[in-house]
């Protein structure tokens, strides 16, 4: 018998601020722990500095790598998304042989898998790009296109969509079924699968469309033969993307930015800058070292947060946009070496044939690594961290700050959350006692209506959340559960680290959440924070909840 034991931090180490930036001659930045960062048993704040160094964007970015590393959801977009992300070619294989099973009768994809008496619920702007960011993914790696066949089944669905023989109705904030078309159309276009006819359907006025759809339609107008007046109309749709462009010293904007959020298409700022970089990339007047393209890809990285961008699709368009971008115009190699200097600590990265860094203590939080990137943690401590490239080029430093800070407030930016945790019938009355059944009980006030949102609370290690269907089950245990009629989730997961429920729509006002657990262990369990969060493609809408230490005592013995 084999035993894999996880374990999770209760107040992780988390990146708290995050920047990548060129080292050309000597970079200084000031650096110093948060005042209410956790310390490790001997005194020293947890975490430290990462750095990590690399010639090219294409060969990596660690704040994105450490990112979907750390990423917990997982709908097929979700998977596929860090798949392709982290160019983890046997993450992508595992992703495939799952697949299928998320596919309806109609060719469609549905973020998590269908039940066999369901009606068809598969989602073209999920299959749409699914098939836009495979296609983009194995331009650059081969290994991370579609097999024909589920290639050849989605690109079905999708065509039936556009001629009207499959209709899907989602609440959505507006009508966006030309948008939905649109991105059909220019998924298809990349197989050589979409038609001049399939446009009929659509009333053409890029002028009011949002950017996504702006974007779709030039790239069907540079791939797809027979549309009329096709070289005219790209010339206008491209003018289009120019004048709502706006640049701010290196940030990057929209004009049309209020209408460009379509989160529930999973679209926005983020993805449209990305696109815009991987759409435009080798076409006159844009790859010019002097024009756009560099603002462009410039301004991409000025929206990153801590490191990353905000979502799952973003952090993949995103990445592939740079990828793209190093590989046309990054030629200038990086020689000689960068010295990593921060209080009493020094260290230094060789750029030769077998480039290497000092490697960080054994004890630190480790740096995150691409294939190429050179990484070196450094503990924490007030004072300058300076970066100095000696040689010739201009690596690309990411440099991260990582620190373990525990929420000490309930935090409200769209959800409100109220959380008790009852024994159903306790052993010692008063107390939690190893065996117990308790349940979960958790009230959540919903600011607006929004589509794929995730419930999750975690448990005490050991615990196990019932109605999973496992032997040891108990459907007496749970059948005082109530259940909230408003809103049901599309999806549920009982892991050992907590409860989670997916919403593929939860609308605004209260909602009402119960579950039931048995208490495996006795002991003190320090658990993080429950969360209520719209997390596919509107992060900044979430809530968070501290959790006290869970106490369990050991039942006495008889």
Wanted: neutral net charge.
């Amino acid at each position: 018998m084999k035993i894999t034991q996880r374990v999770v931090a209760a107040i992780p180490v988390n990146v708290q601020q995050a920047t990548i930036t060129q080292v050309e001659g000597t970079l200084t930045l000031p650096v110093a722990p948060p005042a209410d960062a956790s310390k490790s048993a001997d005194g020293a704040v947890r975490g430290g500095i990462a750095v990590s160094l690399q010639p090219k964007l294409a060969d990596g970015l660690p704040g994105v790598r450490r990112w979907f590393e750390r990423y917990p959801y997982s709908c097929l977009e979700q998977q596929t998304s860090r798949a392709l992300g982290l160019m983890d070619a046997a993450q992508w294989q595992g992703v495939l042989a799952k697949m299928p099973s998320y596919l309806g009768r109609d060719g469609l994809a549905n973020y998590f898998p269908p039940a066999d008496d369901e009606r068809p619920t598969g989602s073209p702007a999920l299959t749409a790009y699914l098939l836009a960011v495979t296609n983009e993914a194995a331009r650059q790696d081969r290994r991370f296109a579609l097999p024909d066949d589920l290639r050849n089944q989605m690109a079905a669905g999708l065509a039936n969509f556009v001629d009207g023989k499959i209709e899907r109705k989602f609440w959505a904030p507006r009508n966006d079924l030309d948008l939905e078309k649109l991105a059909a159309i220019e998924a298809l276009s990349r197989y050589g699968l979409a038609q001049p006819r399939m446009l009929g359907s659509i009333t053409i006025a890029p002028d009011q469309w949002p950017t996504s759809a702006v974007l779709d339609y030039y790239a069907i107008l540079s791939r797809v033969d027979g549309i009329a007046n096709r070289e005219e109309k790209r010339a206008q749709v491209e003018q289009i993307i120019r004048a709502r462009l706006t640049y701010q010293g290196t940030r990057l904007a929209f004009s049309t930015e209020r209408d460009d959020d379509l989160w529930w298409l999973m679209t926005g700022t983020e993805t449209n800058a990305a696109r815009t970089a991987l759409v435009f990339a080798d076409a006159p007047g844009w790859k010019d070292k002097m024009h756009e393209m560099p603002r462009i890809v410039t301004g991409l990285l000025a929206f990153q947060k801590n490191g990353a961008w905000q979502t799952t699709t973003a952090n993949l368009w995103g990445a592939l946009a740079l990828g793209r971008f190093s590989r046309l115009f990054e030629n200038a190699p990086v020689t000689g070496h960068t010295s990593i200097h921060l209080g009493a600590s020094t260290q230094s990265v060789n750029w030769g044939a077998s480039a290497t860094a000092t490697p960080a203590p054994a004890s630190a939080t480790p740096a995150t690594k691409s294939a190429r990137a050179r990484s070196v943690m450094l503990p924490w401590t007030t004072g300058s961290l300076a970066l100095t490239q000696d040689g010739s080029g201009k690596p690309w430093a990411t440099i991260e700050s990582l620190a373990a800070v525990a929420l000490k407030a309930p935090f409200a930016a769209g959800y409100r959350i109220a959380k008790t945790v009852t024994p159903v019938d306790p052993a010692v009355k008063g107390v939690l006692s190893h065996g117990d059944i308790v349940r979960g009980h958790l009230d959540i006030d919903a600011q607006s209506d929004m589509t794929w949102v995730v419930v999750d609370d975690p448990v005490p290690a050991g615990a196990t959340i019932l109605s999973s269907g496992l032997g040891r089950d108990s459907e007496a245990a749970t059948s005082g559960e109530k259940r909230d009629r408003g809103a049901w989730p599309t999806f549920v997961e009982r892991g050992f680290d907590g409860y989670r429920a997916y919403y593929d729509y939860l609308p605004k006002g209260k909602l009402m959440v119960e579950y039931t657990m048995r208490l495996n262990n006795p002991g003190t369990f320090g658990l993080p924070p429950t969360r209520v969060e719209a997390l596919l493609y509107a992060p900044s809408s979430f809530g968070a909840l501290p959790n006290a230490p869970v106490v369990v005592k050991p039942l006495a013995a008889k």
